[in-house]
């Protein structure tokens, strides 16, 4: 069967046993450099894109994909426009009213800030998974003009309450009344309490009804900040909510999560860029821990080189036969790394758990951390990446030798032989 002779030696080259056990140590300490790299790179790209999905779920269970507002704050006729988004594009799975206003929370002698924010409890289904967050209560406990309170988990011990109990609401606006001007304030009783998984919302969020948050925050009757919209993809919400904004009217703007929490992913995806950038320094060191093997082969194959030199190889085929060696070692490591890095990767849950088991330690302890569990989610394009950038360095680092062997003259390496 045909082999090119380049391919034959270099693959011959590789298989041999050296005089100079160094060399294959280099070899080797490269080979194995490289795969434990790449698999520390895929496994914490892995792990990063696991957290990413994981808070971006939880943020998305209480805030919508897209909100349609208008400049001044207030929609009169809430139904019509949810109606007209719905008939619009069918992206739209539903759409809600709310009303949002910041105020102060005192029960006793405790006093919290918090987002308070009013809903419909028969529409809110539909665009978010606060019912399912409830662990007192439920959000059909919200009646118009009972003035009910559901609180998150985390306020309602900032404050000391618990179900069936009152808490104070005190507005910025003001009233006018002889004795001078009072901040508004109104007695709500607690019906409900969540745990979203989030501190933003579990420490500060209290829902209410919409027609009691329009009463509250001195809203016209039927009145509200905006319709909140869930869509069936969610990552459609950026080109979907700039259409909608070009067919609105110009008092009315669209806005979707991505600008609502924008800080928020573009320092989870900064931070994602550093660690692959940390990461791939290690794989750099492996690949370039190449060159060091590979020159030190062509000092030790001189006589070799002359050889076949004379027997008519050209200096491209002796480049050749180097750069296959370099390329077999890279190819080796990085399918290694391949292999290790998806296997640990997609096990991260098997083995975190043995880890802290085995030296009696808790990686995220539940009580600090809102995610007690280490997710992990294998990108695919991720790991394509990754093994094609790092069998481009092992390539890359072939380049030097194979040509320094290149010049090598059969006079000079085979005078003293």
Known sequence: MFRPLELFVGLRYTRAKRRNHFISFISLSSMLGMALGITALITVLSVMNGFQEEVRGRILAMTPHATINRWNGVVDDWRAVRDWALAEDSRIAGGAPYIRGEAMLNHASMVSGALVQGILPAEEKRVSDIGGKMIQGALDDLRAGEFGVILGKELANALGVRVGDKVTVITPQASVTPAGILPRLKRFDVVGL???????????????????????????????????????????????????????????????????????????????????????????????????????????KQADIAILRTLGLSPRGVMGVFMVQGVAIGLVGTLLGLIGGVALAKNVDVVVPFIERLFSIKILAPEVYLISDIPSKVQWNDVTVIGLMAFGLAMLATLYPAWRAARTQPAEALRYE
């Open 194 to 300: 969540f745990k979203a998984g989030m501190y933003e919302y579990d420490r500060g969020l209290a829902l209410i009804h919409v027609d009691d948050a329009g009463k509250l925050f001195q809203y016209p009757d039927g009145a509200v900040n905006g319709v909140r919209l869930k869509l069936h993809d969610l990552f459609m919400a950026p080109r979907l909510s700039r259409e909608l904004a070009g067919k609105l009217p110009e008092t009315f703007v669209a806005r979707d999560w991505t600008q609502d929490h924008a800080s928020y992913f573009r320092a989870v995806q900064i931070e994602k860029t550093a660690m692959f950038v940390i990461l791939t320094l290690i794989v750099a060191v492996a690949a370039f821990n190449i060159v060091s093997m590979l020159v030190m082969v062509v000092t030790d």
